[in-house]
């Protein structure tokens, strides 16, 4: 029974293996794709920076030294954190997929032959005994005649008969004891190498106004060639779910004044609506997850923006240079816990925002030269960057616990009412 058992136990480690492998490859592919994807962000940051130097070479005899200056330089900042960004982003994507490239899985230790049990050894044999020989036979005088027993047959050699006593211990001997011979021991499955072949990038495809690319059977739009001035981007296309708007996917669309994003997208990359100087209003997903740098930016005419709850932060620039922004509302409860850096730069026309109790970090000049005119940080704020309310020129009184860290985040005029 014990050498069964240890033969079904080995059967099942190949199996095991094969899962593990299948896992991996998952694993790796799925790695693949995202190292791919920051590989096309970082590519078009660079185009981007590029259009940009373009777009303000044009308009320089219409602006001020100082406008175009500032404009400049934050543009600048706006490139190397992104930059940084994606940089160590991708690095950790590459770590992760060198460490899972090719796997080892663990061999299963030999298993312990099955006990040999010989049989009870029986009790040694007695030695035979010797009856003693019979003593020689006296005649007797005048024997009576002796009649001779008959010859024996021919070539047969007589034999001495056994005694009962012999024959008794004869029969007693035990035979000779067969020791079953030892199961060859099966040898453990060896080591698992995957070679992954990195996917294909994915090809670009047309529906409509719209370029898709499909990763993992869910839908990236890359670009949009409509002109419409209220689009509602679908939930579906070809029957898989639209999850991400892509990089620059409605830049420059000036024609949209109102868009609709559907339930389904989680992901809104980095500059994904930005320049779309016309657009007034937006309606976020319900359930968007990310966020990126610069989706918004530029969006000289957005009036009013939602945050969903499920937003952990709000990337860089995400909103700066929103010159028409009144109104935005931070759902609380959320999960938003950072408020990126100079995601509200610029938004000269915000003159209140409730800043919900989740978040912890308000990044560098992340409301710089908005219009704010009062504020108040809740307990939970741990850490407010550099000039994070820089050049507010109509902030006046900040309210916030003495335990938050505002280091330089504040005009050296603004007075601060601490409620502890």
Known sequence: MLFLFVLAMTD??????????????????????????LQAQLEALALSEADEEAVEAETAETQTEDVQTARRERRRRAA???????????????AELEAVAVIQPAVPPPAVPPAVISPATPPPTPPTVTPPQTPATVTPPAPPP????????????????????????????????????TPTQPHPPAAVEVTVTPPAQPQIE?????????????VTITKYNGTAANLSIPATINGQPVKTIGIHAFKNCTSLTNVTIPDSVTTIEIAAFRDCTNLTSVSLPRLLKRLEG???????????????????????????????????????????????????ECTTSLKSITIPPGIRTIEESAFAFSGLTSLTLPPGVKTVGNIAFGWCKDLTSVTLSRGTKIDGAFNANVQMNYRD
């Open 12 to 37: 099942c480690s190949p199996k095991k293996a094969d899962e593990q492998s299948a896992n991996v490859v998952a694993q790796t592919a799925a790695m693949e794709a995202r190292i791919a994807a």
């Open 80 to 94: 190397e954190l992104l930059e940084a960004s994606l940089l160590a982003e991708l690095e950790e994507a590459e």
């Open 146 to 181: 002796t009649v001779a027993p008959p010859a024996p047959p021919p070539n047969t050699t007589q034999e001495t008969p056994q005694t009962a006593t012999q024959v008794t211990q004869t029969q007693m001997q035990t035979p000779a004891t067969e020791v079953p011979a």
């Open 206 to 218: 047309q529906f409509g106004d719209f370029e898709f690319q499909v990763i993992e059977g869910l």
């Open 294 to 344: 610069s989706a918004f930016f530029n969006c000289t005419s957005l009036a009013r923006i939602s945050i969903p709850r499920d937003v952990l932060k709000i990337g860089i620039y995400a909103f700066a240079d929103c010159t028409s922004l009144v109104s935005v509302n931070l759902s609380s409860p959320s999960v938003l816990s950072t408020i990126g850096a100079s995601a509200f």
